[in-house]
């Protein structure tokens, strides 16, 4: 479904919006039966819903979870799972992950919620140092894969220095665990199922803005979706576009409208950041021979300098201009400057035209 | 009416206040009396690992109508900036202290500008405490460059440097390590002052504070930590979060204090206990039995987690302005008219301030880019895509 469909307020009203099926896989890799129109905080709601159902040795914990959670994404489990599975924690960031780190030692699915990713550094020494490692210092013997940490991120329009940062990178930096983003509701749920059921630790950010803008079409039933998967939501010839999470939205417009300039723009969903799939960014790299990455975290040490040198490692008899990067800038993310930090449409846009003209 | 009749009287021949050898003017309405007055405390203090002080506090006419008009002003302050951010002027995370101002201003009361405080978010009127204007507080909360941090820090992140008020942070517990550290540098400077850490019953569970308790114990430096227990971390209660909600005994070896956070005359003795404590002593715990009314922040009712009995219940039978305003009328220190007259005065203080500030620019888009490093070094990007960048580095 394309996303501009989905996302509401975020865009302003310049843009119809018109029902449009995308050509992505999107619409295939899970059936559409029992759909049902809810939001990205419902969505996650009915994975941990499911999760918590066909696994009883699931668990979910963190601030304020018990009674619905901030951004009211884990409601209802206490009512339904008890609480001696659905509980608080008390305010400590590195005391909940060091705790689902023990817990998921001892086989059990630990989803601990972080309740705004600005929280987490405080458990970043228990991510990196105890989750991405345990299976590797152990020898095998160990390991916490039934640890899934959700987080919000993003900007939310005025969340200022600390209820808006995109710290994706830090963690991606970390081999060990996986990094997962999703763009939209319909993904939120089967990425959330497959993170929760996956063997390895997650860090499964979501981005907040979404929570009750974006609004899909989503199955009802159990359903997950691949892993170090990437996506094509958009087919184009001139340039790939890669992207993850909220900043897609944002991207789909400025490819709509360069489209009007008879730029035909490729964008593609990362939805895993760590371990990320490189065949399918460089195939496409290969078709278009232009790339552009965009995120919300500054651009200095932001995870598109990965995917940047990568690609150019790979493909770079075939690029027909320089790797473009629009991100945010590098300050901390400000608080009446937001606009200006943001990678908005137009800057998008000024960039895409820079690198199609190169 | 007794107002137009103190305005007129130039001689002040009639009296209304017995103890007083002047009348309470409108236009100055602080007395100058500075007969010492002693009262007692509302309860008794409790205490761990130490001796608790005295329960009766030595106070005097000037000092309660300060604090009733401090305390005035800041609650004016609060429900004013409620209203700004419901009609949008505020953006961002607004988090009030209506209720508490006991707490700042029975600390001020204890100690000199030369003493450090550093808090956590709900900032606004220990800044006032610390001498800060309202117009400073106003802009910063609009984003305005008349505010304290220029309108760059917003509600949380409210700053005085020439009265040693270090903020005004965001990250629950951060500040007291902190705040440690400062305690240090003044123990090494050997300036007598000491540093008093705030955080909230939330706060009281992070890590890092019982990381800081070691510290300052170990190298007895002169911190003190105040638990602002207003019984809820957002929409937690404390039994809920806390194996021990005894916050004041939580530092073990620490000696600690529990402290009636309403009543202003109790923060101000256990205020004054304490820095002559950790100058001698090296740190100590004091717990303020606070209540915030309204909730966590604006977006916060306040009232999914507790009853509104509860808070009315507050309100009447703690409130720290009520609790000054009786001392003051059975003291005979000003008629309910003058009181009264104060919150008017503070009232339009309070409105006239709005909207100057609200006539203070937003900050220029350059300064985006300003203090990232010190001063003159960084990065400034230009152009629609920020792709010319400029690096002045070293």
Same mark, same amino acid.
């Given at each position: 479904?394309?996303?501009?469909?989905?996302?509401?307020?975020?865009?302003?009203?310049?843009?119809?919006?018109?029902?449009?099926?995308?050509?992505?896989?999107?619409?295939?890799?899970?059936?559409?039966?029992?759909?049902?129109?809810?939001?990205? *905080?419902?969505?996650?709601?009915?994975?941990?819903?499911?999760?918590?159902?066909?696994?009883?040795?699931?668990?979910?914990?963190?601030?304020?979870?018990?009674?619905?959670?901030?951004?009211?994404?884990?409601?209802?489990?206490?009512?339904?799972?008890?609480?001696?599975?659905?509980?608080?924690?008390?305010?400590?960031?590195?005391?909940?992950?060091?705790?689902?780190?023990?817990?998921?030692?001892?086989?059990?699915?630990?989803?601990?919620?972080?309740?705004?990713?600005?929280?987490?550094?405080?458990?970043?020494?228990?991510?990196?140092?105890?989750?991405?490692?345990?299976?590797?210092?152990?020898?095998?013997?160990?390991?916490?894969?039934?640890?899934?940490?959700?987080?919000?991120?993003?900007?939310?329009?005025?969340?200022?220095?600390?209820?808006?940062?995109?710290?994706?990178?830090?963690?991606?930096?970390?081999?060990?665990?996986?990094?997962?983003?999703?763009?939209?509701?319909?993904?939120?749920?089967?990425?959330?199922?497959?993170?929760?059921?996956?063997?390895?630790?997650?860090?499964?950010?979501?981005?907040?803005?979404?929570?009750?803008?974006?609004?899909?079409?989503?199955?009802?039933?159990? *359903?997950?979706?691949?892993?170090?998967?990437?996506?094509?939501?958009?087919?184009?010839?001139?340039?790939?576009?890669?992207?993850?999470?909220?900043?897609?939205?944002?991207?789909?417009?400025?490819?709509?409208?360069?489209?009007?300039?008879?730029?035909?723009?490729?964008?593609?969903?990362?939805?895993?950041?760590?371990?990320?799939?490189?065949?399918?960014?460089?195939?496409?790299?290969?078709?278009?021979?232009?790339?552009?990455?965009?995120?919300?975290?500054?651009?200095?040490?932001?995870?598109?300098?990965?995917?940047?040198?990568?690609?150019?490692?790979?493909?770079?008899?075939?690029?027909?201009?320089?790797?473009?990067?629009?991100?945010?800038?590098?300050?901390?993310?400000?608080?009446?400057?937001?606009?200006?930090?943001?990678?908005?449409?137009?800057?998008?846009?000024?960039?895409?035209?820079?690198?199609?003209? *190169? | 009416?007794?107002?137009?009749?103190?305005?007129?009287?130039?001689?002040?021949?009639?009296?209304?206040?017995?103890? !007083?050898?002047?009348?309470?003017?409108?236009?100055?309405?602080?007395?100058?009396?500075?007969?010492?007055?002693?009262?007692?405390?509302?309860?008794?203090?409790?205490?761990?690992?130490?001796?608790?002080?005295?329960?009766?506090?030595?106070?005097?006419?000037?000092?309660? !109508?300060?604090?009733?008009?401090?305390?005035?002003?800041?609650?004016?302050? /609060?429900?004013?900036?409620?209203?700004?951010?419901?009609?949008?002027?505020?953006?961002?995370?607004?988090?009030?202290?209506?209720?508490? /101002?006991?707490?700042?201003?029975?600390?001020?009361?204890?100690?000199?500008?030369?003493?450090?405080?550093?808090?956590?978010?709900?900032?606004?009127?220990?800044?006032?405490?610390?001498?800060?204007?309202?117009? /400073?507080?106003?802009?910063?909360?609009?984003?305005?460059?008349?505010?304290?941090?220029?309108?760059?820090?917003?509600?949380?992140?409210?700053?005085?440097?020439?009265?040693?008020?270090?903020?005004?942070?965001?990250?629950?517990?951060?500040?007291?390590?902190?705040?440690?550290?400062?305690?240090?540098?003044?123990? %090494?400077?050997?300036?007598?002052?000491?540093?008093?850490?705030? %955080?909230?019953?939330?706060?009281?569970?992070?890590?890092?504070?019982?990381?800081?308790?070691?510290?300052?114990?170990?190298?007895?430096?002169?911190?003190?930590?105040?638990?602002?227990?207003?019984? %809820?971390?957002?929409?937690?209660?404390?039994?809920?979060?806390?194996?021990?909600?005894?916050?004041?005994?939580?530092?073990?070896?620490?000696?600690?204090?529990?402290?009636?956070?309403?009543?202003?005359?109790?923060?101000?003795?256990?205020?004054?206990?304490?820095?002559?404590?950790?100058?001698?002593?090296?740190?100590?715990?004091?717990?303020?039995?606070?209540?915030?009314?309204?909730?966590?922040?604006?977006?916060?009712?306040?009232?999914? %987690?507790?009853?509104?009995?509860?808070?009315?219940? &507050?309100?009447?039978?703690?409130?720290?302005?009520?609790?000054?305003?009786?001392?003051?009328?059975?003291?005979?220190?000003?008629?309910?008219?003058?009181?009264?007259?104060?919150?008017?005065?503070?009232?339009?203080? &309070?409105?006239?301030?709005?909207?100057?500030?609200?006539?203070?620019?937003?900050?220029?888009?350059?300064?985006?880019?300003?203090?990232?490093?010190?001063?003159?070094?960084?990065?400034?990007?230009?152009?629609?895509?920020?792709?010319?960048?400029?690096?002045?580095?070293?």
């Amino acid at each position: 479904m394309a996303l501009r469909n989905i996302i509401g307020k975020r865009i302003g009203n310049g843009i119809g919006l018109v029902g449009r099926r995308s050509l992505s896989t999107a619409t295939s890799d899970v059936e559409n039966r029992n759909a049902k129109s809810m939001n990205l *905080y419902s969505a996650i709601n009915q994975a941990l819903h499911l999760a918590l159902e066909t696994d009883p040795r699931a668990f979910v914990f963190g601030e304020d979870v018990s009674f619905g959670g901030v951004f009211r994404c884990t409601t209802g489990l206490a009512d339904r799972f008890g609480k001696a599975r659905v509980f608080n924690t008390p305010l400590c960031e590195q005391g909940i992950v060091g705790f689902g780190i023990g817990l998921a030692a001892m086989g059990n699915r630990a989803i601990a919620e972080i309740q705004f990713a600005d929280y987490i550094y405080p458990a970043f020494d228990q991510i990196v140092n105890e989750a991405a490692k345990f299976r590797y210092r152990s020898g095998n013997q160990f390991n916490c894969g039934g640890l899934t940490i959700r987080a919000p991120y993003g900007a939310v329009g005025h969340g200022g220095h600390y209820h808006s940062q995109s710290p994706e990178a830090f963690f991606c930096h970390v081999p060990g665990i996986k990094v997962v983003i999703p763009r939209s509701p319909r993904q939120a749920k089967g990425l959330l199922l497959s993170c929760i059921r996956d063997p390895n630790p997650v860090v499964f950010f979501e981005p907040k803005w979404l929570y009750r803008l974006a609004v899909e079409e989503v199955p009802e039933h159990d *359903y997950m979706l691949p892993l170090s998967k990437a996506e094509v939501i958009r087919q184009g010839s001139d340039i790939t576009l890669v992207g993850w999470g909220a900043q897609l939205s944002i991207m789909e417009q400025a490819c709509i409208e360069a489209e009007k300039d008879g730029i035909s723009c490729e964008l593609i969903d990362l939805k895993t950041l760590i371990p990320w799939d490189k065949e399918t960014v460089e195939a496409s790299v290969r078709k278009t021979g232009r790339v552009l990455i965009s995120h919300e975290a500054p651009v200095t040490g932001g995870f598109g300098a990965e995917i940047s040198a990568s690609i150019v490692e790979r493909c770079f008899l075939r690029l027909e201009a320089p790797v473009a990067r629009v991100c945010g800038l590098d300050t901390p993310f400000p608080l009446v400057f937001e606009p200006f930090y943001m990678p908005s449409k137009n800057k998008v846009l000024d960039a895409i035209k820079a690198t199609v003209n *190169y | 009416m007794a107002l137009s009749y103190l305005r007129s009287s130039s001689s002040r021949s009639v009296n209304l206040l017995k103890p !007083l050898s002047s009348s309470l003017p409108l236009r100055r309405p602080i007395s100058t009396d500075t007969t010492p007055i002693t009262v007692e405390t509302s309860v008794p203090f409790t205490s761990h690992q130490c001796d608790a002080p005295s329960r009766s506090v030595e106070t005097n006419p000037k000092e309660l !109508l300060t604090f009733f008009r401090d305390m005035a002003l800041m609650r004016r302050m /609060e429900i004013a900036a409620d209203s700004l951010y419901k009609a949008k002027f505020i953006r961002g995370f607004c988090h009030l202290y209506d209720g508490q /101002e006991a707490v700042a201003v029975g600390m001020e009361a204890a100690i000199t500008k030369k003493d450090c405080i550093i808090t956590a978010y709900r900032d606004h009127c220990t800044f006032i405490g610390r001498g800060g204007t309202l117009l /400073e507080v106003f802009a910063e909360l609009m984003g305005r460059q008349a505010g304290c941090s220029k309108g760059k820090g917003g509600s949380m992140h409210f700053y005085k440097k020439d009265s040693n008020f270090y903020g005004g942070h965001g990250i629950v517990g951060a500040q007291v390590p902190l705040g440690c550290g400062l305690a240090f540098a003044q123990k %090494y400077s050997k300036d007598e002052t000491v540093t008093f850490a705030l %955080y909230g019953d939330g706060a009281a569970n992070q890590g890092q504070l019982f990381e800081a308790l070691n510290i300052s114990a170990l190298w007895d430096l002169p911190a003190i930590l105040v638990c602002e227990n207003n019984h %809820y971390g957002m929409g937690t209660a404390e039994w809920r979060a806390a194996k021990s909600p005894a916050y004041y005994k939580r530092g073990d070896y620490v000696p600690g204090l529990k402290v009636d956070g309403m009543d202003a005359l109790a923060v101000k003795q256990a205020c004054k206990f304490a820095k002559e404590h950790a100058l001698k002593n090296g740190p100590i715990i004091l717990e303020m039995d606070t209540y915030r009314y309204h909730g966590h922040s604006m977006s916060d009712p306040g009232s999914t %987690y507790r009853t509104r009995d509860e808070i009315s219940g &507050v309100r009447q039978e703690r409130d720290p302005i009520e609790r000054i305003r009786k001392l003051i009328l059975s003291h005979d220190l000003a008629t309910e008219e003058e009181l009264k007259d104060i919150e008017k005065e503070v009232r339009k203080e &309070v409105d006239d301030t709005i909207t100057q500030a609200k006539e203070s620019p937003m900050p220029e888009p350059s300064k985006l880019f300003t203090n990232v490093y010190a001063k003159g070094l960084g990065v400034e990007s230009f152009g629609a895509d920020r792709k010319e960048v400029r690096a002045t580095l070293p």
